[in-house]
């Protein structure tokens, strides 16, 4: 069985950066895809930020800039760098894990944008 487990969120002020981290263990396989997605209160969940392992980006239209997603330097482990924050980016993160047959989720971190 495959766990996600994500660190790095926090407060922060409106322009300012985060880095979110993300790690899949439990499998001596290498990811097919993995990414982020948020959930603001009232909201559904969105996708923010995947990647293969192919090395494809794919990113929602209100991050295309600001954010960016990259492999880290451990197996089956991603970062997100979130830089330019608004508030409007408000939301607990989750990480996602495409590994083989397993699609596997993080507990999320808060990531708070506020003056």
């Known amino acids: 069985q495959v766990q996600v487990v994500e660190s790095g969120g926090g407060l922060v002020q409106p322009g300012g950066s985060l880095r979110l981290h993300c790690a899949a263990s439990g499998t001596m396989f290498n990811f097919n895809t993995m990414g982020w997605y948020r959930q603001a209160p009232g909201k559904q969940r969105e996708l923010v930020a995947t990647?293969?392992?192919?090395?494809?980006?794919n990113y929602v239209d209100s991050v295309k800039g600001r954010f960016t997603i990259s492999r880290g330097d451990t197996k089956n482990t991603v970062s997100l760098q979130m830089n330019s924050l608004k508030p409007e980016d408000t939301a607990v993160y989750y990480c996602n894990a495409i590994i083989r047959s397993y699609n596997s989720w993080g507990q999320g971190t808060q990531v708070t944008v506020s003056s």
């Open positions: 990647l293969t392992s192919g090395g494809t980006t």
